[in-house]
């Protein structure tokens, strides 16, 4: 590999620990190498060098990842796809663009902003491309705009014999066998390393506003989320901090807001349309006991919000300075989700932990943020029994273990219960018929035999 790519392998320990370990937990779990390639021929001799050594390879974005994706638990290479990032083509008329993984987000839009066309899934990190359809993310825009899956038409991978597929099309539907993509999207690199990707855009909205909506309980603001989404409103965003949350976010980023459970809102259309809707969102609000229902559509005045709300995670970390953070995932039918988080806030309490709460409630999607004192193995336990309730009452209330964090490391035991003994040995076996010598990321959504 040193011969292939020269300066872009490095076997450096402190690059190898950088590369191992994502945005939460503690462990890091370093590859014995680091590579950087530049082009998918680049990437499918990686992978052959590998196979006929039966090394580990582990694919990396941004390293945004919150359950151990990108961890090296069995060493290896570490295949950092930063260098691969560009935009390929644009096709205005037909609302997609192809890239390669190591775009992120925020620099996709940025490319787009004069072609009027926009990229919308925004799982709030400046996630990388690759790694957004690896984890099948969603996030804060999914209410309105569907996730990646739904905003993912064609890909091109090297396989784990080093063989380069090309998979679906620019059309907007296709009936012919396996939908081979949605098979990789939320595959975790385990069957493959994505080289590019077809996206689907959308044109961006003439008009947005934002309203901020503080509630005198949680339960109030959540039955309002509920409401709203039962309605109809095709609202774009709908975000829920809890008080404690909301005091972080004032302290990290000087909003100023009242400290109570608080929606976060934001619709897109014309002028009329997005008064109306406002009206209509407002009216709800006020009718649940919102103490407030303010509006913002200057764009500095959106931005500042939502830069808060994509900051809410090293909000959280100043509420407990030098604490170790696990990032709880679940999601519910929006039916059941104001008894899942006031029974989770119930949980935390009882169990006298520091956590807020937070989520992308319009999908039923919400997260806990449990602040722990590094090293505290009586506090860490008392932490994953309150998460694995909230598990427990996901699953029985017919919502998963992981609405958009995947499985990783961290949630392979609650993947079977999700999916049964069955579904994950059918997932297994899919895994072993693409990855017999099991070297694509191994370790990961199951333990590899």
């Known amino acids: ?70 961890t090296a638990p069995y060493g ?18 037909d609302a997609d663009c192809v890239v390669e993984p190591g775009i992120t987000r925020e620099a996709l839009n940025a490319a787009l902003r004069d072609t009027g066309l926009c990229f919308t899934v925004d799982p709030g990190a400046n996630a990388s491309i690759g790694g957004m359809i690896a984890t099948r993310a969603s996030g804060t825009t999914t209410l309105r705009y569907g996730s990646i899956q739904h905003n993912l038409l064609a890909l091109e991978v090297v396989t784990a014999d080093g063989e380069v597929l090309r998979c679906g099309t620019r059309a907007r539907k296709s009936s012919a ?8 999207a939320g595959s975790e690199g385990t069957l493959g390393l994505i080289t590019q990707a077809t996206l689907r855009l959308r044109p ?25 989404t039962l309605c109809g409103l095709p609202l774009a965003r709908m975000e829920f901090l809890d008080e404690h949350q909301v005091r972080a976010c004032n302290r990290h980023s000087g909003l100023g807001l009242a400290e109570q459970p608080t929606l976060f809102l934001e619709l ?20 649940h006991g919102a103490t407030g229902f303010e509006t913002a559509s200057r764009p500095e005045e959106r931005t500042r919000l939502w830069k808060a709300r994509h900051a809410a995670y090293y909000a959280a970390l100043g509420l407990r300075p030098g604490c170790e953070c696990v990032v709880a995932d679940v999601c519910v039918p929006v039916s059941s989700l104001a008894d899942a988080v006031a029974d989770a806030r119930r949980d935390i309490d009882a169990a006298g932990l520091v956590a807020p709460i937070l989520g992308h409630v319009g999908d039923g999607n919400f997260h806990v943020l449990f602040l722990l004192e590094a090293g505290d193995a009586a506090e860490r336990e008392r ?67």
């Not at 961006?204 to 339960?219: C, D, K």
């Not at 029994?385 to 990783?408: F, K, P, Q, S």
Request: with cysteine.
């Open 204 to 228: 961006q909205p003439e008009h947005v506003t934002v309203a901020v909506a503080p509630f005198p309980t949680l339960r109030a603001a959540v039955d309002t989320v509920t409401e709203l």
């Open 1 to 70: 590999l040193e011969r292939l790519l020269g300066a872009r392998f490095s076997v450096n320990p402190t690059g190898c620990a950088q590369h191992g370990r994502g945005e939460a937990g503690a462990a890091v779990r370093p590859p014995d190498a680091v590579v950087w390639p530049e082009t998918t021929a680049e990437v499918a001799a990686i992978v052959r060098v590998c196979a006929a050594h039966c090394v580990p390879l582990v694919a990396f974005g941004a390293g945004s990842s919150l359950e151990g994706h990108v």
């Open 177 to 184: 066998g396996y939908d081979l993509v949605r098979l990789f």
């Open 268 to 287: 897109h259309g014309d002028g009329h349309d997005v008064a109306s809707l406002s009206a209509q969102a407002e009216a709800v609000a006020r009718e």
């Open 383 to 449: 932490a994953d029994a309150v998460y694995a309730g909230m598990i427990d009452r996901a699953l029985a209330g017919g919502g998963t273990c992981t609405g958009e964090h995947g499985i990783g490391i961290g949630k392979r035991q609650s993947l079977e219960r999700e999916a049964g003994a069955t579904g994950v040995e059918l997932m297994r076996r899919i895994k072993l018929a693409w990855d017999p010598l099991q070297i694509l990321n191994p370790g990961k959504i199951f333990p590899d035999r």
């Open 76 to 93: 290896g290479v570490c295949v950092d796809f930063s260098r691969m990032d560009r935009l390929v083509a644009v096709n205005p008329e």
